[in-house]
Antibody
Framework: QVQLVQSGAEVKKPGASVKVSCKASGYTLTSYHMHWVRQAPGQGLEWMGITRSSSGNAEYAQKFQGRVTLTRDTSTSTVYMELSSLTSEDTAVYYC????????????WGQGTLVTVSS | EIVLTQSPGTLSLSPGERATLSCRASQSVSSSYLVWYQQKSGQAPRLLIYGASSRAIGIPDRFSGSGSGTDFTLTISRLEPEDFAVYYCQQYGSLQYTFGQGTKLEIK
């Protein structure tokens, strides 16, 4: 069965970077797009970007351009989200989510990774 | 960027009642790209409805979606205790994915 298992919670200081991983199993990583969505405490969902299925190319929401980097390692079926120049406003749960190509929605989600930014 | 506005912010109903949740877009959205999710506290969102009106696998038929253009609706025909949660709509357009701010469905 499809599973997306994310890395554990992180605590970072302002100005630092964080890298969250998402290990996919039960399907071929390169056959599906992978997205990252975040949710600040008590807030709604915010799309951050996509790693495209076959090419692995990444595209980012305008808000995060220049500050987020999405990568993947096909040998381990793992995708990564790195966010730099962290501030307290980046405190959130970060989710990876799978999209079937040209579906334009997220059918499977990781369990979420809490990133806390605090001095 | 297309903005999705959900209403009401909070909906208080009793089990057995009918729930109607609204999602309004700032400009026209293709029905193919309008989606609904359910999120329970401490959990990841769960896909409910895609293509505005198609139920995802395993979703009970008390959940239905409708609408077109700028106005979309999620209806839960008869609320079960497990349906009390937060509901989000989401759309895709111009290489961007955006979510509404959510409707909290709470027990009255």
């Amino acid at each position: 069965q499809v599973q997306l298992v994310q890395s554990g919670a992180e605590v970072k200081k302002p100005g630092a970077s964080v890298k969250v991983s998402c290990k996919a199993s039960g399907y071929t990583l390169t056959s599906y797009h992978m997205h990252w969505v975040r949710q600040a405490p008590g807030q709604g969902l915010e799309w951050m970007g996509i790693t495209r299925s076959s090419s692995g190319n990444a595209e980012y929401a305008q808000k995060f351009q220049g500050r987020v980097t999405l990568t993947r390692d096909t040998s381990t079926s793992t995708v990564y989200m790195e966010l730099s120049s962290l501030t307290s406003e980046d405190t959130a749960v970060y989710y990876c989510a799978r999209e079937r190509v040209e579906a334009y929605y997220f059918e499977y989600w990781g369990q979420g990774t809490l990133v806390t930014v605090s001095s | 960027e297309i903005v999705l506005t959900q209403s009401p912010g909070t909906l208080s109903l009793s089990p057995g009642e009918r729930a109607t949740l609204s999602c309004r877009a700032s400009q026209s959205v293709s029905s193919s790209y309008l989606v609904w999710y359910q999120q329970k506290s401490g959990q990841a969102p769960r896909l409910l409805i895609y293509g505005a009106s198609s139920r995802a696998i395993g979703i009970p038929d008390r959940f239905s979606g409708s609408g077109s253009g700028t106005d979309f609706t999620l209806t839960i025909s008869r609320l079960e205790p497990e349906d009390f949660a937060v509901y989000y709509c989401q759309q895709y357009g111009s290489l961007q994915y955006t979510f509404g701010q959510g409707t909290k469905l709470e027990i009255k």
